[in-house]
């Protein structure tokens, strides 16, 4: 790994301990700072991403793996304005990962061509509730809701 | 427009780009079988009998776990994510208490360590053997099959002995694993390994030599490395196009530091690859069995488990016999995780199993699908669209075997 490198992404609150690296960024920046990963530092493997519901906002991290170091970019986005550039013309590996966090956070991946469709939910997951890994819903509601429908 | 140019204009539609959806979605199935543990669907598009387009659609044996993880304390998910899979189930549960395991300060027993990476090892042994069995399902090749499924039933038989379940062990816990090794237990692995790694070298040559597996299986299923790197691939299907990755080596976990696994890849990237690369790692996990059974020291298996694990994000992963098993755990300092994330293997090899099939006859399916290791509930059923003819039929899994047998008999 060459921290080096990683100095050069500017304006970054990077933090390194053990064998993961936390780069946060801003939502806008993040196929900026992908590209970054992928291009100058050589990175290949994009082990997962991961969406969690922190209560006002969701916070999403992509996991990257290279030599031996987990590198994360956490970027968070309000609740209100679920939008995001998708990177998967920069990693095609992320499209399942993506729509996964679609499925169960509600988040838009600008550019991701399964935007809009369910990959695990069933195709008769109502409309009108938040989706299942969201805090406004309780698993106890969503089986009330499906097993009315 | 004559009819060919129709078929073609309606191709290039769904078909352009490296993976493109059709947007009218998908009707479920309900491909879900109680005895498997991913069932998956996949719409292939085929030109007469060239398959142009595979689109898979997953979620079939979605429970909420990661839901559920959420509202159960640290000891009770270790056992629930076991459940999320039958064949690797310590796989899943050591990746979950590894990562724990991480946020905390705990030492791990050396003696545990060893004892994890010899379960860790048995049960690759019998996931590769009970997948090379399907194999020769698949292809029709049934003695094969009843041989191989008769020989893992040595080391579920053992897994049984060691930790007093075949399937869902209940072994792994946080700082160790639950209990000690029975007395003598080197006196039945010793003989069990012995027979296992003669079956492995039979195996080996009839792999090589058998006329079925040869025309079954070799150069079926190549991809372009170039390509598939890019889908990001894990396990034995990066490791057959050549990438030296495995998480035993690139981040070592439980004894593996000491007992050094000895990762084989292949060049070839078709099925036959898969096939002596997994027979490889067989004998090498009988090895390391044998190194560490004859090389564990003495001591504790496990120390005073903490209620509450401290705040913090943590990352882990392990080698599982599919490929590299991911999780993500958040602790906000409570008896419970706040977010659990779980990347399964199959997960991450579905896109590039899809590329594989591209070029390939409607017969190669279940043998290239087989080829990933999938739990196969993923052949359920099919929706197989003829563009040429503009037919369109369902098979289920059964039937498409018959079918891809027939179709090498008539054919080859």
Redesign the interface.
């Known amino acids: 790994m060459s921290e080096d490198k990683l100095n050069e992404l500017h304006n970054l609150k990077i933090n390194k301990e053990?064998?993961?690296i936390?780069i946060e960024t801003s939502p806008a920046d993040i196929r900026d700072v992908s590209r970054f990963i992928i291009e100058k530092m050589g990175v290949?493997?994009?082990?997962?991403i991961?969406?969690?519901?922190e209560g006002e906002k969701i916070c999403i991290?992509y996991?990257f793996?290279s030599?031996?170091n987990?590198i994360?970019i956490v970027t968070r986005l309000l609740k209100t304005e679920l939008k995001i550039e998708s990177i998967t013309d920069i990693?095609?590996?992320?499209?399942?990962?993506e729509a996964?966090v679609h499925d169960?956070l509600g988040v838009f991946f600008h550019g991701n061509?399964?935007m809009g469709?369910?990959?695990?939910?069933?195709?008769t997951y109502p409309e009108d509730i938040p989706p299942?890994?969201r805090k406004e819903i309780t698993?106890e509601e969503i089986r009330r809701r499906m097993l009315l429908e | 427009m004559s009819d060919k140019d129709q078929a073609e204009e309606k191709l290039a539609k769904i078909s352009t780009g490296l993976i493109q959806y059709s947007p009218e979605g998908l009707v479920p199935f309900g491909p879900v079988h109680p005895a498997l543990k991913e069932p998956e669907y996949f719409k292939i598009i085929l030109e007469g009998e060239k398959i142009v387009q595979v689109i898979p659609r997953i979620g079939y044996a979605h429970r909420g776990i990661e839901r559920a993880l959420q509202d159960r304390n640290w000891i009770q998910a270790i056992y629930l994510v076991e459940r999320i899979c039958g064949i690797c189930s310590f796989s899943h549960s050591l990746a979950f208490v590894q990562t724990v395991e991480s946020l905390t300060e705990l030492e791990i027993p050396r003696r545990a360590r060893y004892i994890r990476l010899i379960i860790a090892e048995l049960e690759r042994i019998h996931s590769h053997l009970l997948w090379l069995g399907l194999v020769g399902y698949w292809t029709g090749f049934d003695t094969l099959f009843m041989w191989i499924w008769r020989d893992r039933e040595r080391v579920l038989d053992l897994i049984e002995l060691i930790t007093g379940n075949r399937v869902h062990k209940s072994y792994a816990t946080i700082t160790g694993v639950r209990r000690d090794l029975p007395e003598n237990i080197e006196r039945h692995i010793q003989p069990a390994m012995k027979y296992l790694s003669d079956r492995v070298k039979f195996y080996k040559e009839i792999i090589n030599s058998e006329a079925t597996i040869l025309i079954r299986t070799k150069g079926i299923g190549w991809v372009s490395p170039d390509v598939a790197v890019r889908l990001c691939p894990v396990g034995p299907l990066l490791r057959c196009m050549g990438f030296k990755r495995d998480v035993r080596t690139d981040d070592p976990y439980a004894a593996y530091d000491e007992i050094v696994p000895d990762v084989k890849t292949s060049t070839d990237s078709d099925v036959h690859s898969l096939l002596n690369l997994r027979l490889d790692e067989i004998e090498d996990s009988i090895r390391m069995v044998l190194e560490a059974i004859t090389s564990i020291p003495t001591g504790q298996v496990k120390s005073s488990i903490p209620r509450a694990i401290p705040r913090g994000d943590a990352m882990g992963h392990v080698e599982a016999p599919r490929g590299e098993l991911f999780y993500f755990v958040r602790s906000e300092g409570g008896n419970k995780p706040v977010r659990v994330k779980i990347r399964t293997p199959t997960l991450a090899n579905i896109l590039t199993a899809t590329e594989m099939l591209k070029g390939h006859t409607l017969a190669d399916v279940p043998v290239v699908l087989t080829g990933m290791d999938p739990c196969f509930g993923c052949m359920d059923r099919l929706t197989i669209i003829d563009i040429g003819e503009g037919k369109r039929w369902q098979i289920n899994g059964e039937e498409l075997r018959r079918y891809g047998i027939e179709w090498y008999n008539k054919n080859r």
């Open positions: 053990k064998n993961k936390m290949k493997h994009l082990t997962a991961t969406g969690i519901d991290i996991h793996w030599e031996g987990f994360n990693v095609p590996g992320a499209l399942l990962y996964e169960m061509p399964l469709t369910h990959l695990l939910l069933p195709d299942p890994l698993p």
